[in-house]
C-alpha cells in the first residue's frame, strides 16, 4: 500500500469503500509544524462520477484499486462523449468529455500511446504518454536570428491548448508537449 506522498495524478485508489480517480493533487507544507507535507487530492468516483477533495498526511496509508490500462487510439467524438478503440481487439472506450477535459487539449487523431483506464469493466480515465506533438496553429512570427533564449511567446495549438514556446518557432511547425507539466519540450521529430 503506498502512502500519500506517493500517489500520482490519475492513480486509482480505494478511499470509504469506493473506487475513486485520483484528477488533481496539491501539495503545501504547513508553517511552523513539524512533520511533513499535507496532500489535497480532487478525486471522483469512477461509479457515481462525485467529484470531491480530501486531504491527507504524507504518511497516510491509501489503498490502490484493481484497474486495466488498455492501449487504445482516438476515433471520434459522439456528441458529450469521447470513443477510443482497443488497439488489439478494436473495443470501442466510451468516456465523457467533462470526466477527460484536461486530456482532450492533448489528443488528435496521431497521439500515440494512450492508455484507457478501466475499472470494473467501465472506461473512465485516460492516461496520456510523457509527450505528445501537436501543430501550432497560432503564434506571432519567429523573430529572424533568435537563438534558444529563455524568451518566450503564447502558442495557440491545434487542439486549442495554449503554451509558452521559444521565440523561433512559427505557425505550421508540430512541437512536442510534455503532457504533465503541460510545457514546451521541442520541436517534433516528424512531420
Avoid at 509544524?33 to 480532487?42: E, H, N
Wanted: charged letters at 30%; glycine letters at 6%.
Amino acid at each position: 500500500m503506498p502512502k500519500a506522498s506517493e500517489i500520482k495524478k490519475n492513480n486509482t485508489i480505494l478511499f470509504n469503500g469506493k473506487t475513486c480517480i485520483v484528477r488533481d493533487i496539491d501539495r503545501s507544507v504547513p508553517q511552523g509544524r513539524a512533520g511533513g507535507s499535507i496532500y489535497r487530492m480532487r478525486m471522483y468516483d469512477v461509479v457515481s462520477g462525485a467529484k470531491f477533495d480530501e486531504t491527507f498526511k504524507d504518511s497516510d496509508m491509501l489503498e490502490m484499486a484493481d484497474l486495466v490500462r488498455r492501449p487504445a487510439m482516438f476515433s471520434y467524438i459522439d456528441g458529450d462523449e469521447y470513443v477510443f478503440l482497443d488497439k488489439e481487439d478494436y473495443t470501442p472506450y466510451h468516456l465523457n468529455k467533462e470526466s477527460i477535459a484536461d486530456e482532450v487539449l492533448f489528443i488528435n487523431e496521431d497521439t500515440d500511446g494512450l492508455l484507457v483506464v478501466i475499472v470494473s469493466d467501465v472506461p473512465v480515465a485516460l492516461d496520456l504518454p510523457m509527450s505528445v506533438e501537436l501543430e501550432v496553429t497560432e503564434t506571432d512570427p519567429s523573430i529572424k536570428g533568435a537563438s534558444a533564449t529563455s524568451r518566450t511567446k503564447p502558442a495557440t495549438l491545434s487542439t486549442g491548448l495554449v503554451v509558452q514556446v521559444p521565440e523561433y518557432i512559427s505557425t505550421g511547425e508540430w512541437i512536442k508537449i510534455n503532457t504533465e507539466e503541460r510545457k514546451f519540450q521541442s520541436r517534433a521529430d516528424k512531420h
